[in-house]
């Protein structure tokens, strides 16, 4: 661990307090780099914005994209002062960053009463056990979409 990624760390850190006491959302704070450079900040935004999905991780990817303006986040590290929750989990892989660093990890945060652990076993769950029963319907009508894009000419793969 070098003393600048020590830094990042940090700056994820101070986010994290910085945005419980501005009463923004959870303690939670994440930094994108890319060449030693801060191109995204976030921290928990979720009481401020009234958004569920406004996960330090996912302000911070949003951030980074836009200054960016680009999809994805290659050769890009993220420090986060949590280990990331399924969702964010899910967000990173599809931004491609090189690297996660975490400080906090999710017993921490399960301490912190942010747990979680329920979401992991959801997953692993049919439509009809979860808590939020899951239904199917029109995948005929649907599929033809998919079918649209199999086919379709000069799109943007990601
Ligand atoms: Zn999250």
């Not at 780099?33 to 958004?51: C, E, F, M, P, R």
């Not at 590290?77 to 660093?101: H, Q």
């Amino acid at each position: 661990m070098t003393e600048k990624q020590r830094s990042f760390m940090k700056m994820a850190i101070d986010l994290s307090r910085s945005g419980m006491d501005q009463g923004k959302g959870g303690p939670f704070g994440c930094v994108i780099v890319k060449n030693d450079q801060v191109i995204g900040i976030g921290s928990n935004s979720v009481l401020a914005t009234n958004d569920p999905t406004a996960h330090a991780e996912v302000v911070a990817i949003r951030d980074a994209c836009k200054n960016l303006d680009h999809f994805q986040l290659e050769g890009c590290e993220v420090y986060t002062s949590c280990e990331p929750c399924p969702m964010c989990l899910g967000a990173i892989y599809w931004a491609r960053p090189s690297k996660v660093f975490y400080a906090n990890d999710k017993n921490d945060a399960a301490e912190a009463g942010f747990d979680d652990q329920f979401i992991y076993e959801e997953i692993e769950m049919t439509d009809s056990e979860r808590r939020i029963p899951f239904q199917q319907m029109m995948k005929e009508e649907a599929k033809t979409v998919f079918e649209e894009w199999i086919t379709k000419q000069n799109k943007t793969l990601y």
